[in-house]
């Protein structure tokens, strides 16, 4: 009865995003803070808007950074036949390290807009997620 209950409860209860970085700030749970409630990091991360990208505008071409069938057979019959041990590994901040060599341009995100400089961009160094050219850095 009452666990049932509880578990309807939690699987339909879900909190709505914040819609914007300023939203994100100011709410709680995007924020960790120490033991006397000072935030010490934002949960919060600039994101792209990487749908809005046009091809042969904003970039050239996309790629995906996928082993071919052949080559992960190959490895494998190889790592058998010298009796290694195969290890698998996620580096999951790729993403955000990767240099991009291209010049790419950003706009301030809303709730961040300097009032000294309104109509600027940012010019990106690093890969952002839902970038088109992320993959490539």
Known sequence: GQLANSCLFSCLLSFIKPANVAEALRDAVWNKKDESSLVIRNKARFVAVGYSQQKGIDYDETFAPVAR?????LFLAYAAHKD???????????????????????GQPPGF?????P???????K???????APRA
């Not at 807009?113 to 400089?117: A, E, F, L, P, R």
């Open 127 to 133: 890969a952002l997620y839902c970038l088109k050219q």
């Open 69 to 73: 069938i052949e080559a992960i057979r």
């Open 84 to 106: 290694f041990t195969i290890f698998q590994m996620d580096v999951k901040t790729a993403f955000l390290n990767g240099i991009i060599k291209e010049e790419v341009h950003v």
């Open 119 to 125: 109509d600027h961009v940012y010019a990106l160094n």
């Open 113 to 117: 807009v300097s009032k000294q400089y």
